[in-house]
């Protein structure tokens, strides 16, 4: 068997598993549509009734929102089986699924299912989608990052009753397939992980409808999976722990105002994710963003407290800083500015009721083309010196002494001396915790505002 019709049977099988991981389907079309265009978090103007004949039809103008409401009724033989229960929503915009007024989960191109929890949400949940179709990204010349997506032309929409051990094959068998295809044809494991996914697809097509609905025998079939990878690597390479992290640009090709709904789908969906899967863990490291959530979407923002307090959501210490060789003025002016950030999560701490115990830190060059990156994790406590590491070479951007801090200690390769404003060379302080300036961060401040004035 050749690569290209290897490689069509998996897309087959997948598809198959797709189709089957639902026991019943419903359509859910009766949704109350309202447009508006959202100005800042918690304003909108131009609202509404969006008039549509149906979903799968939906003409949209890139920069709405939209507003899907309606009262759901779970069915009681679907609840009585005990089987999962969950709403499938493809748009191909932004979403987030508010259940009861409260944010339950992300709905976007990554994720459109939502477990739906009849012992937690109730039978009859009210149900609150806001859906934004984005505006095209800007062009990216420097990173080509930039994806442009059509507007909103259709949406699905239904309830579903999972057949939950199709639904963990499907899982499953798509990320072996995929890291299969990550590794060189010379690599005898990508052979063996095809091998092995063909003994499963043999073993699933050879089953009836019956056994497939009663799932027990698909539940064998994904568990000898799971033995037959285990099987291709051992553990001759070691063991890889794997976090959840999600980076969100606070401003990069879209404004601050979307990033504040993007933390509320993004942590809400890390929320449910947690409910569904116990052994999940996250790691987060942007202290704006629960800024954000705190004051945009507190009862969120209770709940990440807790998975903090349960030792499931990990708060890192880190940042980005861009550097800009040719004109400093326009990137990091000064050694505060590139320190700083790395320690603000130690001011955020005690209102999350946790101790900041591990981060990174990043410097950015940005000179030409080719621009260089270089990444360093840090583990800290608030008594010890950061871990040594060898400098970054930063030419221009002065790095400063440090004044030692409860909550901000710097290792000992960054100390250099500052310049102040008339260019004299001088220690310089940094402490975050206390809001003080030294007197070079000070003289740039002024700096800074004579410039703008």
């Not at 069915?75 to 929503?89: E, T, Y």
């Not at 051992?234 to 933390?263: C, F, Y």
């Not at 790095?399 to 200690?409: E, K, Q």
């Amino acid at each position: 068997m050749n690569a290209n019709d290897l490689s069509e049977r998996l897309r087959r099988f997948l598809r198959e598993l797709s189709e089957a991981q639902w026991l019943e389907r419903a359509g859910v079309h009766d949704w109350a549509i309202d447009r508006a265009t959202y100005v800042l978090p918690g304003q909108y103007e131009e609202i509404g009734p969006y008039e549509s004949e149906g979903l799968a039809a939906f003409p949209s103008k890139q920069g709405t929102t939209y507003f899907f409401r309606k009262r759901l009724e779970l069915p009681g033989d679907w609840v009585a089986s005990g089987a999962k229960i969950g709403l499938v929503f493809e748009s191909g915009g932004e979403g987030l699924l508010r259940v009861n007024g409260a944010s339950y989960q992300g709905l976007d191109r990554n994720h459109t299912f939502a477990t739906l929890d009849a012992a937690r949400i109730g039978t009859a949940p009210e149900l609150e989608i806001e859906l934004y179709d984005p505006i095209p990204e800007p062009v990216d010349p420097l990173n080509r990052q930039a994806v442009i997506q059509p507007p909103i032309s259709a949406i699905r929409s239904e309830l579903v009753l999972a057949n939950a051990p199709v639904q963990r094959l499907l899982y499953a068998a798509t990320v072996v397939r995929d890291a299969a295809v990550l590794l060189p044809e010379t690599d005898f494991r990508k052979a063996r992980l095809m091998e092995a996914l063909l003994r499963a697809m043999d073993a699933y097509v050879s089953l009836s409808e019956g056994d497939i609905r009663a799932g027990a025998a698909v539940a064998g079939i994904e568990a000898r999976l799971e033995a037959d990878v285990r099987a291709v690597g051992g553990n001759a390479e070691g063991v890889q722990h794997m976090v959840g992290q999600s980076h969100i640009d606070i401003a990069w090709l879209w404004p601050v105002r979307e990033t504040v709904r993007k933390t509320s789908r993004t942590f809400s969906t890390v929320d449910a994710l947690m409910r569904e899967y116990p052994e999940f863990r996250y790691a987060q490291s942007q202290p704006l963003l629960f800024e954000f959530l705190k004051n945009n979407d507190p009862e969120l923002y209770g709940r990440v407290k807790s998975r903090i307090a349960e030792g499931r959501w990990e708060l890192v210490g880190g940042h980005v800083c861009r550097a800009r060789f040719e004109h400093p003025e326009r990137g990091i002016a000064h050694a505060a500015d590139a320190v700083r950030p790395a320690f603000l999560p130690g001011r955020i701490r005690t209102r999350l009721g946790h101790r900041v115990a591990a981060g990174y830190v990043r410097l950015l060059r940005v000179p030409a083309p080719d621009s260089e990156a270089r990444r360093r994790p840090l583990f800290h406590d608030n008594q010890a010196e950061l871990e040594r590491y060898e400098r970054v070479p930063v030419r221009s951007v002065p790095l400063g002494r440090h004044r030692r801090h409860a909550d901000a200690i710097l290792p000992e390769p960054w100390h250099q001396r500052a310049h102040d404003a008339e260019g004299h060379s001088r220690p310089l302080a940094i402490v975050p915790a206390k809001g003080r300036l030294s007197r070079a961060d000070a003289a740039v401040r002024a700096r800074r505002r004579g410039a703008a004035a």
